[in-house]
Each structure stands twice: as structure tokens, then as C-alpha cells.
């Protein structure tokens, strides 16, 4: 019983008692406390988030549709989206692998340094992506530690696509699994354990019962992950060496255009980032809603409830 | 199917949750595990699943040494306390689970297994819930779908992990009675764990009680009841009244106060603490609270006269001197013999016990007046 009220105490039931609230004499703020309140934050919203956005899309047709498409169409645009999309199709799904793991390890087993794990796996929020970027320098690069050897047996890491990969992959690195660790904690062993004593192999549990059980978390921290891969620029601009049509990405490609004075293109190119960035909101909403309300309990009790 | 755990050590850090535990469970039995929370037997019950692994000792199922058996392999049927209902999957799903995880070859055909669902589905009453999700069922229901999960295995033991822990009170006995009655249909070598005496001693054929990972006390029902071999099994299976005292010939002292105590199996000077149930104690009305008189001093406090016998609850008059003691003591009396007594809250009287257990005093009594 417990279970299914909070089930469904989902968006739905909140405006519900956000409603009630409004509608009692005695719990009711004064007007003016409402619309000041409210004043701020759509003033707030329109200033800082509305107005870049819509400038974004105003400044990259304002010499018309023709130079907005020339600048999507252009041999280098058309590479760095290519790079773009290549860097997140390795990078989100080693960090999924490597998040699902992580998650799973740190949820549902007791061992040493498990805090130090927990720790670590935030680095890549709390470093800058610059240092991200350095490090991989210093690691790989023509004077890093590993550089003469890679150079000797004509290895490219760094100012090449490699480096690009191993960036990305290094902030995007906690988005899965601090989605699922909290989510996996709560949901604790016991339907592992019972499945099993039911005889089940350890794959079978994770197909059969872990993985539905995580889905919508996981799908949720695979969006996130897949906004900031395609999105990163700090720790990216450092190992890339902004070789056009090579090792430019497109955050990279928007800034050298930019930087060229080519603002139409600049703003084209970025409001394909733009775009994505709405696309993922709105996928992101969906999943929230899905993993709200998705549970049969909850939609039979909003049934019951309209 | 029998069980057998021999020598059982488990340790979590420095807490010791078993301390060479052997016990044998006979095929065919339905035997509780009792005992106060942190005693162990959860413990126990997890290392006879395979759910956790013992430090030393062995688990033999059957007479085989399962300790290289792998919980998927030890064909055993388990209840969680809380369910553990796979919250994604129908109840269908669920009571389909383990059949359908089944290798290629052993795997009944679809067929098969929604005719074996719908059979277990209907052994436990709850065929109209097929399609239902788990959060949509009450408890009870949950409690008795996981029980069909866990049967559709054929397992060869079943372990039970406080069934009903998580369910109120009527649906608790309302589901013992049931589970009592599916384990004389089914006859099948099972184990459950509780820490309510009341449940272990109305369903089960044998309880092993435990305390601090120890085994204090196995036999029938009847057996523990009747027969408790420690203070603590004494003060565990219901409500106790203790008097600490001294042996003095054929009589018990405690204080200043005087038990009859016919028995020999102390020596004189021992001290020793005797205990007695509520409906074994009388109360004898004493005015002047002379000391010397047979029976321990005390004074009613409360009494509770609804339901078929009386409760009186007393403070202890048997400090030195007839003082108050502190220690509080409750009597349970038929109506007819509190209006005989025309006993009233405030009254001094004696407190008279028809039978007593006495234990030598070591220490560890674990009982509660």
C-alpha cells in the first residue's frame, strides 16, 4: 500500500496539491508575494535562458536560409558533425558499460576504498575541462610520458581522433553512473537474491531483473551523457590541435568560424548544438514522464483519479 | 528433503551473528526459527539458502555437503520479508520466473508453465490477480504470490524469512493459519523464521530458539513451552513474573518475603531466580502487609478487567522491609475470582504462585516481569 501512494505521488498528484493549496483562504500567500515571486523567475528565465536561445536562431538566418544551409553544407561543417557524432557513438557507450558497472559494484556489493570509487568517479564534475584536457597532453603528447614510445611506433593520440574520444570520455565519465547509484540503492538486493535462488544465471538476473528495473534511470543518464559528449569544448580544444576538417568538433568549428569573423556560419553551425540541446530536453521530459508514471499502479490510480 | 547445519561459525566484523550453531531439520517438518532480532537466525537461514556464506561449518543437504553448491543449484524455495516481488513483471511473470530461466533443455514448454502458474496461482487463492501488477496487490496478497514464485520451482525446502513480519495483525493470522494448512497439503521440509513466539508455537512442528547465536532450546511446541530450559526461552515465550532469591530449605526468600518450594535440586544458600506465568500466580488480600506470611508483598496498581480473565498489574512490595522495590508484576485472575477477592487498585496483597521455575542464578536471565 505504502508503495503504490508513493508511486503515485508523481507530477500529476503534485500540481494537485500545489491546486488545493492555492484554493484555501489559509494557505494562501498574499497577491502580491505570488506575482513577485513569479515575476522574478520569468524575468530570470527570459533574460538568461529565452533570449540567448532565441538569439541564437535570429543571428544564424539573418542573411536568409541560402547562407544558413551553405554553412550546414560545408566540407568542414559536415566533418566536424561527423566527429561530433563519432566521439559520442564510442564515448556514450563506453561510459555506459563502464556506468552500469560502477553503479552496480558500488549498490550491491561491500568492499574497501568503495568511497574512494564514489569520489573518484565525480572527478571529471569537479576538475576544469582544461586540466581534463592537459592531462591527456601530458600523458600522450609529443613530451608526455607515453609520447616517444607512441611516436616510435607511429601512434597519433594527441591532435587526432583518439584524443578527441579519451576527452569526451573523461567528462562524460559520471553522468551514467551517478544516475544509477542512488536509484540502485534504493531498489537494494533482494529481487536480485530471489531471482537467484529461482535459478537464474547472474546474466539472466541482470536481463531479466535488473536491467528493467534501471531502465528509465539509465536511459535518462545516457541523454545527459550524450548532451555533454557532443557538447564539450574545454577539455576537447586542448587535445585537438583545431585541424579543420580533421580534428574539429563542432563546439570547436563554431568557435573557429566565429573567430573569423563568419557570424552567420557561427551561428548556424551552433544552432544545430541549439537544436540538439532542445531535442534532449524534450526527450529527457519524456523519460521523466515515463519513469513517473510508467508503473501500471500509478496510471490505473491517475485513471481512477480523473 | 533433510537439513543439517553442523558447526556453524559467522562472523560480520566483531558482531558475531553465529556461534557454532548445529541443528538437524527432519524431512517433511514445518520448524520455526525464534528469537529476538540480531539472534542470529536470519543469518542462519541465508546460509542454508546459499545466500550467505558461513566462515566454517557446513550446510549438508539431504547428507550431501552443499558448501560448493551454488544458490541456483540447492533447489530451494525462498520467502523474503519484504516480498521481493520483481515489481516490473506481472504476477503471472513472477510465479513464471523460475521456470522460464530454465536451460533449453529442462524448460517446460509455454504451454506448460501458464497451466502450472494457473494451478499454483489457484493454490494460494489468488487466480483472479494473474494479471495484476505487485504494487496493486495488499501484503497479504504479495506475501502469498511470492510463496507461488517460490513453489514453482519444485523446490525441495522451503525457507521462509519473517513471512509475515511486514503484514498487520489480522492478515498475519489469517496467513499462519493458511500457511499451516498449505504445509499439510504439501509436506514439504520447511524452515521459517520469526520473532513473534506466538507465531512459532501456533504453526509450527518444532522451534529451535536462539539467542546471540547460540541454540538455547529445540523441541515441539508443547515441549518448550511447558519445559523451558533457560531463563531466557522461559522469558521469551511470554509474559514472566521473576523473583530473585535464596534457597532456604523447603522455601524460597526473597527479601523479607517467603516462597513455598518443594524441590531438591538446589542446594540450600544457592541463589536462584524463579520464575512463574501471570495465570500462575494468586493474589491473597493482605491489609497489614505482615512480613513472615507465605507469598510476596505487593500492591495493585492497575486492573484490567475486559476480556474473559482479569489482568492485575502490581508494584513490588518485597524491598527490604516491605518497601517498594520497583519491579512490577502481572497477574492474570478469572472475573469470578476478582469479585470473589474484591480486589480495588491501591490494595496491598500477596502474590501466591501455583507453580514456579527456578533456574540458578548466572547472570543472564533475559526475562521481563
Known amino acids: 500500500m505504502a508503495a503504490a501512494t508513493t508511486l503515485a505521488w508523481t507530477g500529476a498528484a503534485r500540481a494537485d496539491a500545489a491546486t488545493r493549496f492555492e484554493a484555501q483562504a489559509a494557505t494562501r500567500e498574499a497577491p502580491w508575494v505570488k506575482w513577485l515571486i513569479l515575476g522574478i523567475s520569468l524575468a530570470f528565465f527570459a533574460v538568461f535562458l529565452l533570449l540567448p536561445l532565441v538569439a541564437v536562431f535570429v543571428e544564424a538566418l539573418r542573411k536568409g536560409w541560402e547562407t544558413y544551409w551553405s554553412a550546414l553544407a560545408h566540407d568542414d561543417a559536415l566533418s566536424a558533425i561527423g566527429l561530433t557524432l563519432t566521439a559520442a557513438a564510442i564515448a556514450v557507450p563506453l561510459n555506459l558499460v563502464f556506468g552500469v558497472a560502477a553503479a552496480w559494484a558500488i549498490a550491491k556489493f561491500e568492499f574497501r576504498g568503495k568511497h574512494f570509487l564514489i569520489t573518484l568517479i565525480d572527478l571529471p564534475f569537479s576538475v576544469s575541462p582544461v586540466i581534463a584536457g592537459l592531462i591527456y597532453v601530458l600523458i600522450f603528447g609529443a613530451q608526455g610520458w607515453l609520447g616517444p614510445w607512441l611516436a616510435e611506433h607511429d601512434i597519433r593520440i594527441i591532435f587526432a581522433v583518439p584524443g578527441i574520444v579519451l576527452a569526451t570520455v573523461f567528462v562524460t565519465f559520471p553522468f551514467v553512473a551517478r544516475e544509477l547509484i542512488p536509484l540502485m540503492q534504493a531498489q537494494g538486493r533482494e529481487e536480485e537474491e530471489a531471482a537467484l535462488v529461482l535459478g537464474a544465471s547472474g546474466w539472466q538476473t541482470f536481463r531479466h531483473v535488473t536491467l528493467p528495473n534501471i531502465k528509465w534511470g539509465l536511459l535518462y543518464g545516457v541523454i545527459l551523457c550524450n548532451a555533454r559528449a557532443m557538447g564539450e569544448f574545454g577539455a576537447v580544444s586542448v587535445v585537438s590541435g583545431h585541424i579543420r576538417g580533421q580534428t574539429n568538433t563542432l563546439p570547436l568549428h563554431v568557435e573557429i568560424l566565429y573567430n573569423e569573423y563568419q557570424f552567420a556560419a557561427a551561428f548556424a553551425v551552433a544552432s544545430l548544438l541549439a537544436l540538439l540541446a532542445l531535442v534532449t530536453l524534450t526527450v529527457k521530459t519524456w523519460v521523466e514522464h515515463r519513469a513517473g508514471s510508467g508503473t501500471p499502479s500509478s496510471k490505473a490510480q491517475q485513471d481512477a483519479a480523473s | ?369
Open chain 2, 1 to 369: 528433503m533433510s537439513i543439517q547445519v553442523r558447526n556453524i561459525r559467522k562472523a560480520f566484523g566483531d558482531f558475531v551473528a553465529l556461534d557454532d550453531v548445529s541443528l538437524d531439520f527432519p524431512t517433511g517438518e514445518l520448524v520455526a526459527l525464534l528469537g529476538p532480532s540480531g539472534c542470529g537466525k536470519t543469518t542462519l537461514l541465508r546460509i542454508i539458502a546459499g545466500l550467505e556464506q558461513a566462515d566454517a561449518g557446513q550446510v549438508l543437504l539431504d547428507g550431501e555437503d552443499a558448501s560448493g553448491t551454488h544458490v541456483r543449484e540447492r533447489q530451494v524455495g525462498f520467502v523474503f520479508q519484504h516480498y521481493a516481488l520483481f515489481r516490473h513483471m506481472s504476477v503471472f511473470d513472477n510465479v513464471a520466473f523460475g521456470m522460464r530461466m530454465k536451460p533449453r533443455g529442462e524448460r517446460p514448454s509455454e504451454r506448460q508453465i501458464r497451466d502450472k502458474v494457473h494451478e499454483l496461482l489457484a493454490l494460494v487463492q489468488l487466480d483472479w490477480l494473474a494479471d495484476r501488477f505487485p504494487t496493486q496487490l495488499s501484503g497479504g496478497q504479495r506475501q502469498r504470490i511470492a510463496l507461488a514464485r517460490a513453489l514453482a520451482v519444485e523446490p525441495r525446502v522451503l525457507l521462509l524469512d519473517e513471512p509475515f513480519g511486514a503484514l498487520d495483525a489480522k492478515v498475519r493470522k489469517e496467513l499462519r493459519r493458511w500457511l499451516r494448512k498449505l504445509h499439510d497439503e504439501l509436506h514439504i521440509t520447511s524452515i521459517f523464521v520469526t520473532h513473534d513466539q506466538e507465531e512459532a508455537l501456533e504453526v509450527a512442528d518444532r522451534v529451535v530458539l536462539m539467542d546471540h547465536g547460540h541454540v538455547e532450546q529445540t523441541g515441539t511446541p508443547e515441549e518448550v513451552y511447558r519445559h523451558p530450559a533457560t531463563p531466557f526461552v522461559y522469558g521469551f515465550l511470554g509474559a514472566v513474573n521473576f523473583f530473585h532469591g535464596r534457597v532456604d530449605g523447603s522455601a524460597l526468600r526473597v527479601g523479607d518475603d517467603v516462597l513455598p518450594h518443594a524441590s531438591q535440586e538446589f542446594d540450600a544458600g544457592a541463589e536462584v531466580i524463579a520464575f512463574a506465568r501471570p495465570h500462575e500466580l494468586d493474589l491473597v488480600p493482605d491489609e497489614q502487609g505482615d512480613a513472615g506470611e507465605i507469598g510476596v508483598g505487593a500492591r495493585i496498581a492497575r486492573i484490567l478487567a475486559f476480556g474473559v480473565t482479569a489482568r492485575i498489574e502490581l508494584d513490588g512490595l518485597n524491598g527490604l522491609g516491605g518497601k517498594s522495590s520497583g519491579q512490577h508484576f502481572e497477574v492474570e485472575l478469572t472475573q469470578q475470582r476478582v469479585a470473589e477477592l474484591n480486589l480495588a487498585e491501591g490494595q496491598r496483597v500477596r502474590l501466591l504462585p501455583s507453580r514456579l521455575k527456578v533456574f540458578e542464578r548466572n547472570g543472564t536471565t533475559g526475562a521481563s516481569a
